[in-house]
């Protein structure tokens, strides 16, 4: 079955414990992104990635790392979590940047305490 | 500035139509796209326009006018499950950022 698949689905953790967000995807697809949620704001891209060691800030790249050693994988690194980071986090990927659409993994609900 | 604007919320009755509009100002342009998303799960596709005009696809259809940065999302025959929320979506020029509205959370009742 065709997905993007992120984990963990849930994680509370405290402030400045790095942690990391997994993302993979077994469809091929050469654009994969990070997106955050937060309630009135809608999804907000982070990081996005062209192709394999190809990535890219989005608009709020601020706290968060992204690396795309592979082409199936997109991780998402918070070196040092803050409160601010509090929210759902999707991973996205398509197989081009034209009118292919993109596949979210089911997201990922992290608490920075 | 970007800036992409929809509804926050709308009520529509089950089995009539609703029309959810969406207009963006962006810096540059490669296409526009509708997304799903229920309550605590991952956004769908629904629906891509890149030319001016309508796009159908059975119950939802979607307009685009390049010139007015304007499209909006027809359902028809509402159904109850399609209680969610609605994501217009701008993809920028050269398609690697995606800019998402805020969403429209419609509400289908009996």
């Known amino acids: 079955e065709a997905q993007v698949t992120q984990n963990p689905r849930y994680l509370i953790t405290v402030t400045g414990k790095k942690l990391t967000v997994t993302c993979s995807q077994n469809?091929?697809?050469?654009?994969m992104s990070w997106y955050r949620q937060d309630p009135g704001l809608g999804l907000r891209q982070i990081y996005y990635?062209?192709?394999?060691?190809?990535?890219d800030k989005g608009d709020v790249p601020e706290g968060y790392k992204v690396s795309r050693k592979e082409k199936r994988n997109f991780p998402l690194i918070l070196e040092s979590p803050s409160p601010n980071q509090t929210s759902l986090y999707f991973c996205?990927?398509?197989?081009?940047?034209?009118?292919?659409?993109?596949?979210f993994g089911d997201g990922t609900r992290l608490s920075i305490l | 500035g970007q800036n992409i604007d929809q509804p926050t919320e709308m009520t529509a009755t089950e089995g009539a139509i609703v029309q959810i509009n969406c207009t963006y100002q962006?810096?540059?342009?490669?296409?526009l796209f509708w997304y799903q998303q229920h309550a605590g799960e991952a956004p769908t596709f629904l629906s891509y326009?890149?030319?001016?005009g309508l796009e159908e696809k059975g119950r939802f259809s979607s307009f685009l006018s390049r010139s007015k940065g304007y499209s909006y999302l027809l359902l028809k025959e509402l159904q109850m499950k399609d209680s969610a929320s609605y994501l217009c979506?701008?993809?920028?020029?050269?398609?690697?950022?995606?800019?998402f509205g805020a969403g429209t959370r419609l509400f289908v009742k009996a």
């Open positions: 996205a990927s398509s197989l081009g940047t034209g009118g292919q659409p993109q596949h």
């Open positions: 469809m091929n697809h050469e654009y």
């Open positions: 990635s062209m192709n394999v060691e190809v990535t």
């Open positions: 962006t810096s540059g342009f490669n296409g």
């Open positions: 326009n890149v030319l001016d």
């Open positions: 979506a701008v993809r920028n020029t050269g398609g690697f950022k995606t800019i």
